[in-house]
Structure formats: C-alpha cells, structure tokens
C-alpha cells in the first residue's frame, strides 16, 4: 500500500528537509534491497562496493535526519551532548552518525568489533533497540513526506525529540566502551593548560617575541615555541597555572615530572634583568641559541643597571660570558621539559595547540574588504568624510562605540575611520559579553575588539578587519558592530575618494556637503 502511494504521492524534489530525506532514504532502501538481494560470499568485490555506497548513504539520511531534528525540536528540550567534550575531537560532532548506525546495525545482526568481544556483548541490546528506533523514524517521516514536506505535526515532533534522546544514549555508551575517553580530571588539565598556552601566545604576540603572520601561516617553530614560552609564563605568574609553592599534585599533569627542574628555572630566572629574560623568550621562540646571541648587557655600565631600589645580587659580580652561560642553561633547561612534553603528551598537545591557534588567530576577510581596505587611500586617510543620511546611516550613540568620541566632525553628524588604536577595557572589569551578555566562564573567553577596545566572546568577535592604525597588515579581531560599521565606512570612503579624484579639495567637500 505504501509503495503505491508512494508512486502517487512522493513529492516533488526540493530544499525542503523533509523531501530532501525521502529521497536519501529511498535511495538507502534500494542498496539495501540490493545487499539483500544476492550472497555476499560468491561475489565479494559486489558486496564490497554496495557496503561501501551503503554507509555513504547512511551518512547522507543521517545529515538530514539531523537538520529536520534541528528545524523542528527547539534547541532547549534536545538531549544534551555535553558528554561529547570527553570524546577524542575526531569523534566529536554529527558527522559520526552514519558509522554509528552502521556500527549499530552490526552489532544487532551478531557482529562484534574487532578486539573488543565483551564490549560488544554488553552494547548489543542498546543497538537493537536503537535500530527498532531508527526504523520507527523513518516511517514515520516517509509518511509525512507523501502528506506535505513543508508541515511538521507535533506528534512528528513527539517522535523525533524521543529519538534525539535514545541517540544521545547510545552515542555515548558506544564511543565510550570502544575508545579512549578522558576523565574529568584529565579533561580539566587538558582545558587549563590550553588557557595557559592561548595567555602565553596572546603576550608573546604583544611583546612581539611572535608574529601575527607566524600565528597566520601556522608556522611549524611555533608548535615548539609555545610550549617553551608557556613554562617561562606561568612561572611569572604569580598564584598561577606553575605555583610552585602549592603541592606538585596541584600541577597539571605535564608538568608533574618536572618539579625539581622547574623550581631551579624560577631561580634562575629571579636573577635575570628583563632584557636578558627577553632574550631568552625570543631564543625559546627563535630555537636559536643564546650563544649566537649577542645581548644588550654586553655593553651595559653599572650605573645603567643601578637603580634607587637595586641591592647587591649574584649578577653584579658576573661577567657578559657568564651571563650568557646562565642564559644558554635557562634555554635547555626550558627546552628540555617542553620537548619531553611534546613526545610524552603528543596528541593531547595537538589538540592544546589547535584550541591555541583558533583562539588566538583571526579569521579570514573575504578577498573584495581586504582590497578595499589595503588601499592607498585608506592608509593614508585622515579626515576624509562620508554623507550620514546614507543607508549605512550611523547613529551618534554607534559612532561613539564604534569609532570613539574623536571620529566626529565639529558638528558631531560627519563619522570618521578611527586613527588611533582604543583604549581597552581592562579584563577584571567585565564579566559579560559587551553584545551577547554572555557570562563568561573557563570556556567562554574574553576577547578585545581591536576597534573598540571592549570585551566580547569568541561568537562576538568572529570576525576580523585590516585596520589602518595597526603596524601589520593581516587582519585583527573586531566584534560584529564594529565589523559592520568599519566595513561600511571603508567602502563610502573608497567611492568617495573615487569620484572626487583629480577636483580640488574646496569643490569635493561642496560636492559631499550639498549631495
């Protein structure tokens, strides 16, 4: 009865979820019949293939499947999937889903995955009931798409948010039994050391001991670099992440096995005047060694050093060589544990370095901004104007928050392009998000907007700009208000530059002022 109404009924091909799912699905049952069709073992090259088409084909259902799901059920009654941040991060996400069924499937027919006999057994009544679920779905959706694609009943509703739930369950009995999952403790030293990592690489880029266009290129030195800095970082901090005076079990993890090693750097480093203590930070970056390195306190004189403050220490009495000494000791030293880090901890360190680099990396313009603002005349621009009535019209409370109390004209209605980097706000004074209101937390950083100087969230500044005031060229980290308005500024400013091009001066601003 279903195939004939089927054939009478099915909907047209289309955009809409629902259709898109009849179509995937229908496509699914016919690989199906196929496999079921002939035996597997008198044509193994055959059945190989249509296996291979079947859980392609799966994954595709499966995608649907989860943007109906997403459509439909509101956010706030789906199952949770907080769970996920203790799976390895290639198993996080959707885009398992269709392994998952496949793996599900197998286990319900009597299968058992490789090595992991026991664990199958006790996942086989989960993928038997999950199966019965999924075939439910499935019913149940075909025949809402011969009814009407762009309709979902609330029974429909009812029937997919009871899938949602019985998914979450067996997604995360499978992932857990048949891989590796943190606990979490190891997940919460995972997670601090990652914040030590992006604190470090945030300083080094302000002292400029790195680039922005290392950070851009994902320069492989870097991958070495930030482990290194990171331990000279968090031993300046003060009640920090390397508070060596708390008990070693306080440590993360990585660093447990070098206690002794860390207490003789904090010495060491104690005796260091900053400039030397900068060196050694741009040779931890550089991988070059302090020996080649000439210092500045080669040439320094006693009274240059001597302050009203300055007592007798250690480094009165040694000479440029020694220092140097020290120095070179401090770098292997440093070297040493962080190198031992990266081959004991490697992929936990991948994935530091990754959260590392998106946390502290802009994102890409599309390539029409960056050319519009790379322009001669942006660069140089100082006081050029754009008409305010126009559709990009800036209100004078915006124009304050975007562009700062000095971009105004006498008049206080001409919006100018900032030319001067903002003040920001400092961290301890914001506990929200300046757009979402969003309380931060130790997942939910701060971030400043380049432009404006406020704090926002990383959802809140995911957007960057190529700002005329910044010493580098490769763009920075601006929130959505002040993306919008600069972006909007860039352009009226280009075109006005273009057409009042070879006029003098007095006649393009009659020109701007009359239009």
């Known amino acids: 009865m279903f195939s004939l109404r089927s054939i009478f009924f099915r909907p047209k091909k289309s955009d809409y979820p629902l259709a898109r799912f009849f179509y995937a699905d229908l496509e699914l049952r016919r690989i199906t019949n196929d496999l079921d069709s002939f035996d597997g073992n008198k044509e193994p090259q055959r059945c190989q293939k249509l296996i291979e088409k079947l859980r392609k084909t799966q994954q595709r259902v499966m995608e649907v499947l989860w943007t109906i799901v997403r ?50 057994d006790e996942l086989r009544p989960l993928a038997r009931h999950i199966t019965k679920v999924m075939e439910s779905v499935r019913t149940k959706l075909r025949e809402q798409c011969l009814r009407d694609v762009a309709c979902y009943p609330e029974e429909l509703v009812d029937t997919l948010r009871w899938f949602d739930y019985n998914w979450a369950e067996f997604e995360f009995s499978y992932v857990s039994r048949m891989c590796p999952v943190k606990s979490t403790e190891e997940l919460y030293q995972q997670h601090i050391t990652t914040i030590l990592f992006s604190e470090t690489t945030a300083e080094a880029l302000k002292e400029r001991v790195i680039t922005e266009e290392q950070m851009s290129s994902y320069d492989p030195v870097l991958m070495l670099a930030i482990p290194r800095l990171s331990i000279l970082c968090g031993l300046e901090q003060e009640d920090g992440l390397l508070d060596l005076n708390k008990d070693a079990s306080c440590l993360p993890v990585y660093f447990r096995p070098h206690v002794t090693s860390l207490i003789e750097i904090k010495h060491s480093l104690s005796n260091l005047t900053p400039e030397e203590v900068t060196v050694l930070k741009q040779c931890l970056a550089s991988s070059l060694d302090p020996l080649q390195t000439e210092t500045e306190t080669d040439n320094e004189t006693e009274t240059d050093i001597e302050t009203e403050e300055d007592i007798e ?39 530091m370095l990754h959260h590392t680099f998106k946390m502290n990396q802009p994102f890409e313009l599309s390539e029409d901004v960056i050319m519009v603002a790379k322009t001669d005349e942006i660069r140089q621009i100082t006081s050029t104007c754009i008409e305010p009535s126009t559709s990009e019209e800036i209100t004078a409370e915006s124009r304050h928050h975007v562009l700062g109390p000095d971009s105004c004209g006498e008049d206080g209605n001409i919006p100018q392009i900032r030319q001067e980097p903002p003040t920001w706000v400092p961290d301890s004074e914001a506990s929200r998000c300046s757009s979402c209101d969003d309380t931060f937390t130790l997942l939910k950083r701060k971030h400043h907007c380049r432009y404006c100087g406020q704090i926002f969230c990383q959802s809140c500044t995911a957007k960057s700009a190529v700002l005329n005031f910044t010493k580098t060229k490769s763009p920075v980290r601006v929130c959505d208000g002040c993306y919008d308005q600069y972006t909007s500024l860039v352009a009226a400013t280009s075109s006005t530059t273009t057409t009042t091009q070879g006029e003098p001066s007095s006649s393009a601003h009659s020109s701007v002022s009359t239009s």
Request: proline content about 3%; aromatic content about 6%; overall charge negative.
């Open 313 to 351: 220490t250690e480094t009165d009495t040694q000479t440029p060589s020694q220092r140097r000494d020290v120095l070179q000791c401090l770098y292997l030293s440093v070297s040493s544990i962080a190198d031992q880090m990266i081959t004991n901890h490697a992929k936990d360190l991948r994935q």
């Open 71 to 120: 459509t439909c059920v509101l956010e706030e009654t789906r199952a949770s999937r907080q769970y996920r941040d203790k799976f390895p991060e290639e198993l996080r996400g959707d885009h398992m889903s269709g392994p998952l069924w496949f793996g599900a499937e197998c286990l319900a027919a009597g299968s058992s995955v490789l090595n992991h006999e026991s664990e199958s």
